[in-house]
């Protein structure tokens, strides 16, 4: 069965530039501070994806989160196209 989400849910998305050709964490604070709890936050390259670069670690991840930012590591090289971002709290 089908049910449609809660009204108390709290919905954010946003964009970030990468704006370095190296490994780098990048911290992303949260326009409105979710006050109760972040239940996910995902997040993925735009653009030409990771294999358009041949170096960096990789492992392109959200290494942790609250509910006021999140950190995301760009283990690539940055294609300098930006990360997109979802995120669904109360």
């Keep these: 069965m089908f049910h449609s989400p809660h ?6 998305w946003g964009y970030f530039n990468q704006n370095s050709f190296s490994d780098k964490t990048y911290t992303v604070s949260f326009p409105i501070v979710f006050t109760n709890t972040l239940y996910i936050v995902t997040a993925i390259d735009k653009g030409k994806g990771d294999s358009s670069y041949s170096g960096g670690n990789g492992g392109n991840c959200i290494q942790s989160y609250t509910t006021t930012n999140f950190t995301y590591f760009s283990g690539f090289d940055a294609n300098r196209e930006g990360v997109l971002w979802f995120a669904i709290g109360k």
């Design 7 to 12: 009204c108390s849910h709290n919905r954010q």
